[in-house]
Nanobody, 115 residues
Framework: QVQLVESGGGLVQAGGSLRLSCAAS????????MSWYRQAPGKQRELVAV???????NYADSVKGRFTISRDNAKNTVYLQMNSLKPEDTAVYYC?????????WGQGTQVTVSS
């Protein structure tokens, strides 16, 4: 089993920045990709950014140039640096980690961007 603990969410004004963290513990041998998703009220969960075990990254078009995903393999932690935040970025953010072929989800952290 893998446990994920997220942190870093909060309330920020438009144009501000936040950094999310997601630390994995437990049976973490074989971590593959690590990613961030978000879900706004009344909307489906959507992929925000993903980073492979080799460091390759992909982003949703809506966050390109503003968000940066990174990982520290020694700490089994994935980060999401969010800059130039917009009110439409308001959502619950979830991290997802794939270990071998199994996906694990964090509990979610609220990000609220005020206009």
């Amino acid at each position: 089993q893998v446990q994920l603990v997220e942190s870093g969410g909060g309330l920020v004004q438009a144009g501000g920045s936040l950094r999310l963290s997601c630390a994995a513990s437990g049976s973490t041998y074989g971590i593959n990709s690590m990613s961030w998703y978000r879900q706004a009220p009344g909307k489906q969960r959507e992929l925000v950014a993903v980073i492979s075990s080799g460091g390759s990254t992909n982003y949703a078009d809506s966050v390109k140039g503003r968000f940066t995903i990174s990982r520290d393999n020694a700490k089994n932690t994935v980060y999401l640096q969010m800059n130039s935040l917009k009110p439409e970025d308001t959502a619950v953010y979830y991290c997802k980690v794939i270990v071998v072929l199994t996906s694990y989800w964090g509990q979610g952290t609220q990000v609220t961007v005020s206009s």
